[in-house]
C-alpha cells in the first residue's frame, strides 16, 4: 500500500493548512530560515519557509498582482520601484509589466530564496533572470531603507510573517526610514496580515502607519493558501489617495486578479474590518 504524504501548517496554534504532497524538491537550511519546495495535488509547486506557504503556482496571482499594482496606480509617475523581501520574483514580475517603471530594485536578506524561485519557479521568477529594469541587492531591507534618502516613487513590502528576519519590517522606525525613503509623492504597502487572526497586529500597523503617512488605507484580497483566506494590505502615501483614482483612468495591466474594479473595491471593508481600524 503506497502511503499519502500530507504537509501541514500550522497558521496558528489552533488552526492548520493541509495539502497532498505529490513531491519533495528541495530542502535546506538557509542562513536565515528553513526552505522547502514541495509539488502538492491540489496547488501545484509550494514555496515554504520554515514551514510556511510563501507562495503557490495556484494562487501567486492574486497576492503578487494585488500588492503590486494598487500603488503602481495610485501613483501617476512610478518610475522607481523598490521591493523589500519577495525574493520569489513574482511582485518585481508584477512592477515592470508598467511602462512608466523605469527601474525596480529587489533588496531580498537571503538569496537561497531567490536561488530556489528561479530554479523551481521560472515563471513566477520571470523577471529575475537579467531584466534590463530589474537590480537585485541581496541584504537586510532594513538597513537598506536607512540608507535612502527621497529615491523610490514606490516601496513594496512583500515580507514574510512578523518572525525571524522579517519581525523589523513590522516596526514604526522601518516605516519612518520608508517614509524617508520615498520621494515627496511617494507611496508604501506592505502585506498586513489576515483581518480574522491578525486583528491587533493590523490595528497597531494602521496606527503606526497613520502617524507618518497623510493617506493611510487598508484592503483586501482573496488568498486561499494564507491563514483565513482574507489578506489584508496597508497603503500609505505621501499625497495620492488610491480610492480617489478614477476607475475609467487605471490602466489594466495583463492581469488574473487586479482590474480597474477590483482596485476600487478592495477598499470597500466589511464592518468587522472597518472596526479593527477605528481608533480606540
Ligand atoms: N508572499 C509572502 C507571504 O506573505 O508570505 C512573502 C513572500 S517573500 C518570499 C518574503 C521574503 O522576505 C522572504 O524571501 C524573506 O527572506 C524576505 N525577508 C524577510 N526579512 C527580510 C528583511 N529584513 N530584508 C529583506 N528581505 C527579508
Known sequence: MKTELWYTEKQTPNLALSCKISNILHTEKTPYQELSVIDTVEWGRMLLLDGVVMTTEKDEFVYHEM???VA???HPNPQKVLVIGGGDGGTIRECVKHAQVE???LCEIDERVIWASKEYFPGIAAALFGHPKV???VGDGIKFVQECNAEFDV???DSTDPVGPGVGLFQPEFYQNVHKALKPEGIMVAQTESPFVNAGLIRRLFRDISGIFPVTKL????VPTY???LWSFTLGSKVYDPTDVAVSRIPEPDTKYYSSLVHRNAFVLPKFVQAILEPR
Open 135 to 137: 537590480e537585485i541587492r
Open 67 to 69: 500588492i503590486s499594482h
Open 155 to 157: 516601496i513594496i513590502i
Open 103 to 105: 527601474k525596480a530594485v
Open 219 to 222: 484592503y483586501l484580497a482573496t
Open 227 to 229: 491563514p483565513t483566506g
Open 72 to 74: 503602481l496606480n495610485t
